[in-house]
């Protein structure tokens, strides 16, 4: 309940709704909960909205209203294909000014006028100018792709990015009239007798021919974003530093290719390195990522000495050029982390178009050059991982993984300037599972700020991880459309919804997943509203159903006929122990353990229990499992169920598939609990590696359920 002397102001509301910051949202039980005058300052503040008393207020209020009317365009324009759209263009009262596109080169390029529009708007008194409105017509017969809007005229000389997408993302032919199931694992806990400690990409390459082997189409992985480049490294893969690059941590410094030519002496320095790690690949205790990357750096280092062949050189060149200048850019920034530590990095280098940043980029030049050879070796491995996949019989390959947001001390934060928010982080409003609510501790997007910047950091990540992907899972995909934002300083139930222009987001992601032939799946859990799943399904971006979380209109288990058809659908997730686990009311045990809930002990313990029973129940009505289970067969059973829905995309946990019982990650907690450290084991404990998942009699058996 919001305190009677901290209720909103009808001015403040209208200024809240002018920066689409919602005054209220409904909770997970379905109540309507309004946000404090407090907290809708302080989100505001956080979006440079300076909200501090009444007279402020008025203030921002006529800004908002002037503003679209001191551009001579708008800061960016998106449409989808075949639709027109009228461009606003203002200018002084009376001035001519003429409008054109210069095409995409992607796409050949060229020129294209743009006729005016016979649209009258009243002229507008602005800053002690008369400003009018001329509306300019965007055909609708424009290709997909990145064009540039230009105006010119005695007081109109400006230009915009022009995105053009697509209208709907087809889905491939297999899956219209069919479907496809694949694996699901978190890389770094799926280990070889090769791996270093943790797993990677050559394990991933294995992992894609044992998914081939057994049937499966794709193979949903964790987010491989780049963690710091020095230990500590932040265990999350979804708390990454940056979104657009690769954690240098999953290469295997043997499979690079220059390895093969280092001395005797050299080769023993990289052999040394590798020792103590190669051990922990058998050390069932939790995952250490600090030691696999202080000996993988110890050794990628003395390779990165080995000159490239001039083949070698034009592809390292060829990979440089494409990325362009954020690839120098994070390279520097991870110089610089190295050299003072991520999270202090002096004051006097936070501007990266600083002359003491200058003076630094070329003090560390040798350390820029082996950050930016270690992204390069990382996209070779990447690309053989999904090749070996498609060549192994997988339909679509590799499904990567797109976290939700950024370290707040990270490159992106220091790269990306206004974009990201600060004094504000991204989290959950409270829920039946994290009753606190929940925060992350990332910054958002600004979305104003994302606009001016015509949407570029949000393409060149996309076109990043999409690079090497048969398909992408957009965790919390609700986040292009709203973020809770906690305030600085609030707790993760004392935040509100900021909304996004979903039409430019969604538009783009499908835009950049069209180019890479990608399918697109949006983690859509928890409370979504309707009309989101219904627009998703439209764009085609597929949805997301897990087992636990369906339901009917009494609260039982959803029967498998009225799944939604256009979805990934599993038994479970990775914030939920696995199967086997949450049977065994894991989920429960985890959060009394970590003083995580809000309601009675024996009354969560009930509503588990009975859960369970009546999702037993359901599987038993439907003649999928007999008397007296094993394990095995309840986990299979679930599956069973899952297959008898439409869903179009089935997903099968590694975790499930050797039965796992130990939640990989409970969300609400940071140092509480392991999370993302455990490596995968069975239902003995004991460790199962790459190499023993070839012969898994228990994975066998339920990859032949998903098969028959």
């Known amino acids: 309940m919001v305190d009677e002397n901290d209720v909103p102001s009808e001015s403040l509301l209208r200024l809240a709704a002018a920066h689409g910051v919602a005054p209220d949202h409904w909770g997970f039980h379905g109540e309507l909960k309004a946000a404090s005058a407090t907290t809708l300052r302080n989100v505001l503040r956080a979006l440079g909205v300076d909200a501090s008393s009444p007279e402020r207020i008025d203030v921002a209020l006529a800004h908002v209203d002037d503003q679209p009317w001191r551009r001579v365009l708008p800061p960016v324009v998106v449409v989808r294909s075949g639709r027109t759209v009228h461009v606003p263009v203002h200018v002084t009262d009376g001035d001519p000014v003429s409008v054109w596109i210069e095409l995409d080169p992607e796409v050949g390029g060229g020129r294209r006028d743009v006729p005016q529009a016979d649209v009258y708007v009243a002229p507008r008194s602005v800053d002690g100018r008369m400003v009018g409105r001329a509306s300019f017509t965007v055909p609708s017969d424009l290709p997909l792709g990145w064009h540039e809007l230009r105006a010119d005229g005695p007081s109109a000389r400006a230009r915009c990015v022009l995105v053009v997408t697509p209208d709907r993302l087809e889905l491939p032919p297999e899956l219209e009239h069919g479907r496809m199931w694949g694996l699901m694992a978190q890389l770094y806990s799926v280990r070889s007798r090769r791996s270093w400690g943790v797993g990677d990409l050559v394990d991933l390459a294995d992992l894609g021919v044992l998914a081939g082997d057994v049937g499966a189409d794709f193979l949903l992985i964790n987010p491989l974003h780049a963690a710091e480049p020095a230990v500590p490294m932040t265990p999350s893969p979804y708390l990454p530093t940056t979104r657009r690059f690769v954690n240098p941590l999953y290469v295997r410094p043997e499979a690079i290719p220059e390895a093969a030519y280092l001395s005797s002496a050299d080769r023993s320095l990289v052999e040394w390195a590798a020792e103590p790690v190669v051990a922990l690949d058998t050390d069932p205790g939790p995952i250490d990522r600090d030691a696999a990357w202080e000996a993988k750096l110890a050794a990628l280092q003395v390779i990165f000495t080995v000159p490239l062949p001039a083949a070698r050189q034009v592809a390292f060149d060829a990979f440089v050029a494409e990325q362009g200048p954020g690839l120098e850019t994070f390279a520097l920034w991870s110089a610089l982390a190295e050299k003072y530590?991520?999270?202090?990095?002096?004051?006097?280098?936070?501007?990266?178009?600083?002359?003491?940043?200058?003076?630094?980029?070329?003090?560390?030049?040798?350390?820029?050059?082996?950050?930016?050879?270690?992204?390069?070796?990382?996209?070779?491995?990447?690309?053989?991982?999904?090749?070996?996949?498609?060549?192994?019989?997988?339909?679509?390959?590799?499904?990567?993984?797109?976290?939700?947001?950024?370290?707040?001390?990270?490159?992106?934060?220091?790269?990306?300037?206004?974009?990201?928010?600060?004094?504000?982080?991204?989290?959950?409003?409270?829920?039946?599972?994290?009753?606190?609510?929940?925060?992350?501790?990332?910054?958002?997007?600004?979305?104003?700020?994302?606009?001016?910047?015509?949407?570029?950091?949000?393409?060149?990540?996309?076109?990043?991880?999409?690079?090497?992907?048969?398909?992408?899972?957009?965790?919390?995909?609700?986040?292009?459309?709203?973020?809770?934002?906690?305030?600085?300083?609030?707790?993760?139930?004392?935040?509100?919804?900021?909304?996004?222009?979903?039409?430019?987001?969604?538009?783009?992601?499908?835009?950049?997943?069209?180019?890479?032939?990608?399918?697109?799946?949006?983690?859509?859990?928890?409370?979504?509203?309707?009309?989101?799943?219904?627009?998703?399904?439209?764009?085609?971006?597929?949805?997301?159903?897990?087992?636990?979380?369906?339901?009917?209109?009494?609260?039982?288990?959803?029967?498998?006929?009225?799944?939604?058809?256009?979805?990934?659908?599993?038994?479970?997730?990775?914030?939920?122990?696995?199967?086997?686990?949450?049977?065994?009311?894991?989920?429960?045990?985890?959060?009394?353990?970590?003083?995580?809930?809000?309601?009675?002990?024996?009354?969560?313990?009930?509503?588990?229990?009975?859960?369970?029973?009546?999702?037993?129940?359901?599987?038993?009505?439907?003649?999928?499992?007999?008397?007296?289970?094993?394990?095995?067969?309840?986990?299979?059973?679930?599956?069973?169920?899952?297959?008898?829905?439409?869903?179009?995309?089935?997903?099968?946990?590694?975790?499930?598939?050797?039965?796992?019982?130990?939640?990989?990650?409970?969300?609400?907690?940071?140092?509480?609990?392991?999370?993302?450290?455990?490596?995968?084991?069975?239902?003995?404990?004991?460790?199962?590696?790459?190499?023993?998942?070839?012969?898994?009699?228990?994975?066998?058996?339920?990859?032949?359920?998903?098969?028959?």
């Open 341 to 708: 530590g991520a999270e202090t990095i002096p004051t006097e280098l936070e501007d990266p178009a600083s002359p003491a940043v200058a003076a630094e980029r070329e003090a560390l030049a040798d350390r820029v050059a082996f950050h930016t050879w270690l992204q390069w070796v990382s996209d070779e491995q990447l690309a053989v991982a999904q090749r070996t996949a498609r060549e192994s019989g997988m339909a679509i390959g590799i499904m990567h993984d797109l976290a939700v947001g950024v370290h707040p001390a990270g490159a992106d934060v220091w790269a990306l300037g206004d974009v990201l928010v600060r004094g504000a982080t991204v989290g959950a409003p409270p829920d039946m599972y994290n009753q606190q609510g929940q925060n992350w501790s990332q910054p958002p997007w600004h979305p104003q700020a994302l606009a001016r910047a015509g949407y570029r950091p949000y393409r060149d990540m996309l076109r990043t991880v999409l690079r090497h992907a048969g398909a992408i899972r957009i965790d919390h995909v609700i986040g292009l459309f709203r973020l809770w934002w906690v305030p600085e300083g609030a707790g993760a139930d004392e935040g509100a919804y900021v909304r996004y222009d979903h039409e430019a987001l969604v538009g783009i992601l499908a835009l950049e997943a069209q180019r890479a032939g990608a399918i697109v799946i949006g983690e859509d859990l928890g409370v979504v509203e309707p009309w989101v799943r219904d627009y998703l399904s439209e764009r085609g971006v597929l949805g997301t159903s897990v087992l636990w979380f369906e339901h009917d209109l009494h609260g039982g288990p959803l029967a498998p006929q009225d799944y939604r058809r256009l979805v990934l659908a599993t038994v479970t997730t990775h914030d939920l122990p696995p199967t086997a686990g949450y049977l065994a009311g894991e989920h429960v045990a985890i959060r009394e353990r970590l003083g995580l809930l809000t309601d009675p002990v024996p009354v969560v313990r009930a509503a588990a229990d009975a859960e369970r029973e009546r999702m037993l129940a359901a599987v038993r009505e439907r003649g999928l499992l007999g008397d007296d289970p094993s394990e095995r067969e309840v986990v299979e059973a679930l599956h069973r169920y899952v297959m008898a829905t439409p869903a179009v995309l089935l997903g099968v946990g590694l975790v499930d598939a050797v039965g796992e019982r130990r939640a990989q990650n409970q969300p609400g907690t940071d140092q509480e609990y392991p999370n993302w450290k455990v490596p995968l084991a069975d239902s003995s404990g004991t460790l199962v590696l790459v190499d023993d998942l070839f012969t898994n009699a228990r994975l066998r058996s339920l990859a032949a359920v998903l098969g028959s």
